[in-house]
């Protein structure tokens, strides 16, 4: 029995032995994990080669603040076309969009009434010449007095005058082109009823075109006629230059605005009814700016790098308007700080940089 028990009391110290040979082979793999993980921990990923790049010292620059205001090319020659006549439209001679000379034949309205108007003036002229040759046949006899002869000469004139006026209304009844222009909407079809005061169809010179705009009063006195200043049209990537031409010298009443038209210089592309804005400057101002490429997007959010002792260092910004192939900051950089204005894609907040002319 104490034997048994001898022999159970041994048994730990036997293994003994291998715990400690697992030690030696255990601890020094641990150790040596733990020394990498404390070296990746140290390790930064600013410590890669400095990259050259080029940079400006920021400051303050003169610029014209403007404010935008929206508004519509118009042609300067524009016509709303109408009948001088009643009656049915017999005929459309022209399409919407459809090139046409001065005088070209438009549309024809019905005019019955007025040829049996000119019928009745032809007639009754007629009579009166007819008249007044007999009449003149009796006065040299004596047979009539002076006074019927003067009467019946009355009568011929009347009647001449009433064949003249019904042939002119009868020409009313073709609708022609008041000038060279295009067919810019068709306002009726065959079969309506034309009258004065109701418009058939509108034309506009395309050659010459202005910008038409609603100025609110509080900057009204910075335009006066004469002035030049930009018209942009969104489908049209560069700008154009408006001439302030005419000035509305009463406000409208319900916006309060007051019109104002400018000349465009030259209209390549441009067409009637399109929207754009016109920069009116109101006050010169200054402003931190920068190069366009300068300033990365993300999402909404506007940064810039600058040079902080040696390295790139990531600013969020806030920019305001595009100017001169740069844009203006409103905050996030100060005068005097160095902005990257290359490679800012390859760049990464903290990264060494050198400078390059």
Not at 21 to 34: E, G, H, N, R, T
Request: charged share 25%.
């Amino acid at each position: 029995m104490h034997q048994n028990g001898g022999q159970t009391n041994h048994e730990p110290t036997m293994k003994n032995p291998y715990h400690r040979l697992a030690l030696v082979f255990i601890l020094p793999a641990l150790m040596l994990a733990s020394c990498g993980k404390r070296q990746s921990a140290n390790s930064s990923p600013a410590t890669g080669d400095a990259l050259p790049v080029q940079a400006m010292t920021v400051g303050f620059e003169l610029h014209q603040a403007s404010e935008e205001v929206v508004g519509t090319v118009r042609s300067k020659q524009r016509a709303v076309i109408e009948a001088k006549v009643s009656g049915r439209v017999l005929q459309y001679l022209v399409a919407p969009g459809q090139m046409v000379k001065s005088g070209a034949l438009l549309a024809e309205v019905d005019a019955g009434e007025i040829l049996a108007r000119r019928e009745q003036a032809t007639a009754t002229l007629d009579q009166a010449v007819k008249d007044l040759a007999r009449y003149k046949q009796l006065i040299a006899t004596n047979a009539i007095s002076k006074q019927d002869y003067d009467t019946a000469d009355a009568r011929q004139k009347v009647a001449a005058a009433a064949l003249s006026e019904a042939e002119t209304m009868l020409g009313y009844a073709r609708v022609t082109a008041p000038f060279d222009g295009v067919i810019t909407r068709k306002l009726a079809d065959v079969g309506d009823l034309a009258m004065p005061g109701k418009a058939l169809m509108e034309i506009e010179a395309p050659g010459s075109l202005r910008f038409e705009a609603d100025l609110p009063e509080a900057i009204l006195d910075r335009v006066k006629p004469g002035d030049k200043m930009q018209v942009k049209v969104a489908s049209i990537p560069q700008a154009f230059e408006g001439t302030v031409s005419e000035i509305a010298p009463v406000a409208d009443a319900a916006s309060r605005t007051f019109q104002v038209k400018f000349d465009l210089t030259n209209t390549t592309g441009l067409r009637t009814g399109q929207f754009g804005r016109v920069s009116v400057p109101v006050a010169e101002t200054k402003v931190l700016k920068v190069p366009a490429g300068a300033v990365i997007k993300r999402g909404q959010m506007e940064m810039v790098f600058v040079v902080r002792e040696g390295r790139a260092t990531l600013r969020l910004v806030k920019t305001g308007k595009a100017m001169n192939g740069g844009v203006g900051i409103l905050s996030g950089i100060e005068e005097g700080e160095e902005v990257i204005v290359s490679d800012v894609a390859k760049l990464t907040d903290g990264q060494p940089v050198t400078l390059r002319p």
